[in-house]
Antibody, heavy 122, light 114 residues
Framework: EVQLVETGGGLIQPGGSLRLSCAASGFTVSSNYMSWVRQAPGKGLEWVSVIYSGGSTYYADSVKGRFTISRDNSKNTVYLQMNRLRAEDTAVYYC????????????????WGQGTLVTVSS | DIVMTQSPDSLAVSLGERATINCKSSQSVLYSSNNKNYLAWYQQKPGQPPKLLIYWASTRESGVPDRFSGSGSGTDFTLTISSLQAEDVAVYYCQQYYTTPSYTFGQGTKLEIK
């Protein structure tokens, strides 16, 4: 079965660090564009970061310099290392796989994990 | 960044009636080289991740009921549910994927039963 399972969320104090994991099954993460998208409580969806199949990484301005996306091909897992966390980082974090075969611009997102909640509070 | 604006913010429709949600982008998401609109629609139910309904503005994802349809081009798009069912109660989001590597979503439209 093709799926994504996120783990690693929890309650963390402002300024702290947390690492989220996204374990993939049914496909190979290194052959796909893998993203993190977050959703603050009661709010909309915000793209956070992406790692391309070739290894390039990109970040939203709101997390640049604080978050790092990476992957472990042997574990077929994508990570989001989150440092210097702020209250405004509180959200459900979704791991997502972009569609295949898109050309030109980006691509839609057909596969999402169930999400993991990160709460930044003292 | 391309800003996506949906209207209305919330909508109440009777069962069996048509529901229409609009999405406007701050700049065109039509890619001239392939004549495709880089616009998708998602449905999100409480406690669940978003579910892809429509991509390329009008292509229905596999398994999505044919009462869902997408239309529009350039900067103005519409999601139509032809005959509302109880299970369609959800928040609906449009997304532009014209820009890379990032993409942006509309603020969401909450659809309820009247």
């Amino acid at each position: 079965e093709v799926q994504l399972v996120e783990t690693g969320g929890g309650l963390i104090q402002p300024g702290g660090s947390l690492r989220l994991s996204c374990a993939a099954s049914g496909f190979t993460v290194s052959s796909n564009y893998m993203s993190w998208v977050r959703q603050a409580p009661g709010k909309g969806l915000e793209w956070v970061s992406v790692i391309y199949s070739g290894g390039s990484t990109y970040y939203a301005d709101s997390v640049k310099g604080r978050f790092t996306i990476s992957r472990d091909n042997s574990k077929n897992t994508v990570y989001l290392q989150m440092n210097r966390l702020r209250a405004e980082d509180t959200a459900v974090y979704y791991c997502a796989r972009e569609g295949l075969g898109c050309s030109g611009g980006g691509c839609y997102v057909p596969l999402w994990g169930q999400g993991t909640l990160v709460t930044v509070s003292s | 960044d391309i800003v996506m604006t949906q209207s209305p913010d919330s909508l109440a429709v009777s069962l069996g009636e048509r529901a229409t949600i609009n999405c406007k982008s701050s700049q065109s998401v039509l890619y001239s080289s392939n004549n495709k609109n880089y616009l998708a629609w998602y449905q999100q139910k409480p406690g669940q991740p978003p579910k892809l309904l429509i991509y390329w503005a009008s292509t229905r994802e596999s398994g999505v009921p044919d009462r869902f349809s997408g239309s529009g081009s350039g900067t103005d798009f519409t999601l139509t549910i032809s005959s509302l069912q109880a299970e369609d109660v959800a928040v609906y989001y449009c997304q532009q994927y014209y820009t890379t590597p990032s993409y942006t979503f509309g603020q969401g439209t909450k659809l309820e039963i009247k």
